[in-house]
């Protein structure tokens, strides 16, 4: 899956969990072998994206490594 793809993936997602979806973004962040999804939200809702224990976050982060594993970089999401 295309990084565009995957960065529209995880935006829809995050959307549907937080309150504020408006202020939702999704940033593509590039290096040498790796892209960084930097994900945005309101602080309000940095709870309920994260997750108890930190479980929704890792299903997000599982779904972006198992949409991207024939990419040639590795792509990672951070919450910031």
């Known amino acids: 899956m295309p990084i565009q793809?995957?960065?529209?993936?995880v935006?829809?997602?995050v959307k549907a969990l937080?309150?504020?979806?408006?202020?939702?973004?999704?940033?593509p962040i590039e290096g040498d072998n790796t892209v960084v999804?930097?994900?945005q939200v309101n602080t309000e809702?940095?709870?309920?994206?994260?997750?108890?224990?930190?479980r929704t976050i890792?299903?997000?982060r599982t779904l972006v490594r198992a949409a991207?594993?024939?990419h040639d970089k590795k792509v990672m999401m951070e919450l910031v």
Do not use: C, F, W, Y
């Open 68 to 70: 991207t594993s024939r």
């Open 58 to 60: 890792n299903a997000l």
């Open 5 to 9: 793809a995957t960065q529209a993936m």
């Open 45 to 54: 809702d940095a709870g309920k994206v994260i997750g108890k224990k930190g």
């Open 37 to 39: 999804l930097e994900v």
């Open 11 to 13: 935006e829809s997602l």
């Open 18 to 27: 937080v309150e504020h979806p408006d202020e939702v973004s999704v940033k």
